[in-house]
């Protein structure tokens, strides 16, 4: 029989094999009446020298176990995981966001501890800053009660106007300015009567909220969510919704904290059953010539910004996207030519026929010639205009100006993706970076085919073509007081 490395894996040699062995060779070098039995002293030697040989043969069979999916454990089952892509997953804290209600500009720095009743803390993991343009709640209140004024709130850039005609008395203004927010906004509005403040909330739980507000208008507080991460471990941690409600160590500036939703639960380290099977799901799902990992792979390559295509799978040609039955377009922004060729060659599917204006050929593993289509996106040109005056409680820094212009184009540039429609009310908070900003009317937005074509402003979203792709420039930021 055949022991090690065999067609049918690795098979360890039996110690009654290698004693055989042994004793076979004694009695071909010494003789056939040498002593080999078990009671002999040549005999417990040769048990000895076996016990030795049989230890190397269990290592070497370990080491071939560590090299199969199957029987491998712990570190080396890591080790093939890291081959497929994969590392193990972690043992975790529950996770969640904490809300923070304070004044504007507080800072809370990344591991800020907060605990519930019972003491557990859990640690932000991420720092951040209450900013009245990026935040997830504003509290209002009057700052004075005068007859015949205006009193105006702005969500996302549609305002609320009240005017308090005569005798009007604190809670009516508020009344009053509730109904009208409902009006202008869907975002939810709660007045409390008892406090004398009116709530404006986001609808989801994201940090997506803008408000501004007239100068005879408070604004009280700022709440922003942080993601947040129990110091315990392990999937038995959990936290009901309201029960994180104190901070650690106070931070001055910070009214409140409390998780508004239950924490999803931590885990324990995953298991080496767990981790195959993971293994085992990545590699049925995992191709090279599907719509979504072309474009992830065109993304990898070099100065390529952006990568999309458009698919028509039918029998007819698609008027609209102008892409012929049964083929496919990619358009791809930045990046050379050739390599880019050689990305779309290498994870093409086995049907449907390339598209584009663009055409390279290369040189495949058998030598032939192959050719590849493929299109740079259209570019249009984005612009944005925004009235502002300087707020006197802020300090607004010499160049405040040249500041909101490279942030409005900062934003354009890094945030929005191909094809993402030019929504003014997003321009707001990169606008409120700049301290003691105070925008006075909505922002206004416009898309020219050229940079020096006269732009059409819009107070309203501008729909941007799948395949285009807006260019931000300072010089078409235009910024007044």
Known sequence: ????????????????????????????????????????????????????????????????????????????????????????????????????????NTFIPQFTACKDAEGRAVLTQVEHTLNRANCYQSVFSLNSVQDNTAYSISVE??????????????????????????????????????????????????????????????????????????????????????????????????QSVTNLVAFQNGRDTETDAELRQRMDEREESTGTATKPSIETALSQVNGVTSAYIVVNDTLVDDTVTGVPRKHYETFVAGGDENEIAEVLHTTKPLFGQMHGDIEKTIIDQNGDTQGVKFSR?????????????????????????????????????????????????????PLYSVQGVYIQSNIQVAVTASPTDTPAWSLVRIPVNDVSSLDFDVSRVIITT
Do not use: C, H
């Not at 090299?67 to 997953?89: H, K, S, V």
């Not at 300090?395 to 409005?408: I, K, T």
């Open 377 to 429: 996106p259209t570019t249009e040109y984005a612009w944005v205009r925004a009235v502002y005056s300087i707020n006197e409680e802020e300090q607004f820094p010499a160049d405040g100006e040249d500041r909101m212009r490279n942030a409005v184009v900062n934003y354009g540039l890094t945030q929005m993706d191909q094809g993402d429609d030019l929504e003014p009310t997003k321009f707001f908070a």
């Open 157 to 254: 850039g549609s305002t609320a106007t009240y005017n308090s005609g005569l005798g009007s008395t604190e809670l009516n203004i508020l009344q009053g300015l509730e109904i009208q927010l409902n009006t202008v906004t869907s975002f939810p509005v709660v007045l409390d009567t008892n406090a004398l403040t009116i709530t404006i909330t986001f609808p989801s739980f994201n940090n997506e909220l803008t408000t501004t507000n007239s100068s005879n208008i408070n604004l009280d507080s700022v709440g922003g969510l942080v993601s947040s991460e129990s110091a315990l471990t392990g999937n038995e941690v959990n936290f009901d919704a309201n029960t994180i409600t104190t901070l650690v160590t106070s931070i001055l500036g910070i």
């Open 1 to 104: 029989m055949s022991y090690g490395v065999t067609d049918k894996g690795f098979i360890p040699k039996p110690k009654q094999a290698i004693i055989d062995e042994i004793v076979e060779e004694l009695k071909i070098g010494l003789g056939e009446e040498f002593p080999t039995n078990p009671e002999s002293v040549a005999g417990q030697i040769i048990q000895i020298i076996a016990a030795s040989a049989k230890d190397n043969w269990d290592l070497s069979e370990a080491v071939a176990f560590t090299q199969n999916r199957e029987t491998a454990e712990g570190q080396y089952l890591d080790f093939l995981a890291r081959i497929a892509g994969l590392t193990r997953i972690k043992q975790s804290g529950s996770t969640g966001s904490i809300l923070f209600t304070g004044d504007q």
